[in-house]
């Protein structure tokens, strides 16, 4: 046999079979080295940041929408929307934040961004409208004592030692002046000619003692002031009155007023028909971090309120005020579109409306008793709402509204501040309305 010689092409074949290996490990070792140590590279960044940028120029301008549109639509707003856009601003800025420096830099530099992120949320989370101290309801009726009224009786009794058919003349057209009204100023001058008995001393301290014990006898026989609206379930506000009588910015008010006092209060803009008068309380409710339901421009208020009451509903709300329109082309338009929002509001809660508030403007004096008419004839009216009190001089007319329309007042309103609202106190009121400046 022949023996075999050894083929020296299969040291070469094994010598370049371990070198490609080599080569290959070499080469994925090189480039995971890269991958792990290296940063973005320009291109990359600019596309990184372009991304992100265009992100936060949709966001802006989906927010500048939502601003523009007022909460147009049939939805609900709510204080977690705004602390959402919080986290997500905060998300965004530590992200520009992170991208401006080396890897070990932006590692110490994102704790101090993610904590302000923290901080902003909670700030947003506690939002409020900044509140200036409630104004005194005696400070409310300055005009009407320094001005009106108070300050004629004050005269005309100063100047005169006993009760003669002048000063009672006088002290009849001041009350006159302060509408009051003409039943009450007769029966008040009625009762210094046949009552009232001076003793010595000066005249002017015992007929204002007097008045003010009369007008508080006049003005006690109802149960005024803020209810409690604490029925079981929900209860449902429905507020009607003439645009222009502080209204929407009063409900807004009265919300803050039982949300401080542990209340769960929706509010539903339902005032479709006056330019921006639904935004107008979505507005107050998104500063006062109340939730609100708001409609469309020129949707039907009762359906507006029936989606409303059933979300108070289910979601466990105590009391639901309802904005209605104040004006339509005619009164009787006003008069059926009202009836029409009470029967649906009863559809959607047993009994609803449970309180129907009237809001009136204590600026307008007598002229504010006779709007009131429309509606005490269209729905069934349980209180009155007093606004702009400490606008006027005219704060008789208040006495004239408790005696005459034999409703409870629930409240006034003394300024502009959202505290600025007084629960109606007869006994408060008079002090206020005799005290001496």
């Not at 992170?98 to 992120?117: M, Y």
């Not at 006092?261 to 803009?269: D, E, H, S």
Request: net charge neutral; charged share 25%; hydrophobic share 40%.
């Amino acid at each position: 046999m022949e023996s075999q010689s050894f083929d020296p092409s299969i040291i070469v074949l094994i010598v370049l079979g371990i070198g490609f290996v080599a080569l290959v490990v070499a080469v994925v070792a090189k480039m995971a080295g890269k991958k792990k140590g290296r940063s973005l590279s320009p291109s990359a960044s600019a596309r990184t940041r372009d991304s992100d940028d265009e992100d936060d120029r949709f966001e802006l301008v989906d927010q500048e929408m939502t601003i523009k549109r007022g909460g147009r639509g049939d939805r609900s707003r709510t204080p977690e929307s705004s602390a959402s856009a919080a986290v997500g601003q905060a998300q965004r800025g530590s992200r520009h934040q992170d991208r401006a420096g080396s890897a070990s830099a932006d590692t110490e530099k994102q704790v101090p961004a993610l904590k302000g992120a923290a901080d902003s949320v909670a700030a947003q989370s506690r939002f409020r409208v900044d509140i200036s101290s409630a104004r005194r309801l005696q400070e409310g009726l300055s005009r009407t004592r320094s001005e009106g009224f108070i300050a004629r009786l004050s005269e005309a009794f100063g100047r005169s030692s006993s009760v003669d058919e002048a000063t009672i003349a006088a002290a009849e057209e001041a009350l006159l002046t302060a509408d009051m009204g003409v039943a009450t100023a007769m029966e008040l001058s009625e009762g210094l000619r046949r009552d009232f008995q001076p003793s010595g001393g000066p005249l002017a301290p015992q007929v204002m003692a007097w008045l003010k014990d009369r007008t508080y006898d006049m003005i006690r026989t109802q149960p005024h002031g803020m209810p409690g609206l604490d029925r079981p379930g929900l209860n449902v506000v429905m507020v009607v009155g003439v645009n222009g009588t502080g209204k929407t910015t009063n409900i807004a008010k009265l919300a803050n007023w039982y949300r401080n006092r542990g209340r769960k209060v929706l509010l539903a803009a339902g005032d479709t028909y006056r330019a921006a008068g639904a935004d107008q309380l979505g507005i107050w409710a998104e500063r006062l971090g109340i939730d609100v339901v708001v409609g469309r421009p020129g949707q039907d208020p009762s359906s507006l309120f029936f989606d409303a009451a059933r979300k108070a509903t289910e979601e466990g709300f105590d009391i639901m005020i309802a904005d209605t329109a104040g004006r339509l082309h005619t009164d009787t338009n006003l008069v059926d579109e009202l009836k029409k929002v009470a029967r649906v509001l009863g559809k959607a809660v047993p009994d609803a409306p449970h309180q129907v508030l009237l809001m009136l403007d204590a600026t307008m004096g007598q002229n504010a008793v006779r709007q009131a008419d429309v509606f005490l004839k269209s729905v069934n009216v349980s209180g009155i709402g007093l606004s702009k009190l400490d606008g006027t001089a005219r704060g008789g007319v208040v006495v004239s509204i408790a005696r005459d329309m034999n409703l409870p007042i629930w409240f006034v309103g003394v300024g502009e501040a959202v505290d600025d609202l007084r629960s109606f106190q007869p006994e408060d009121f008079v002090n206020a309305l005799f005290a001496a400046d």
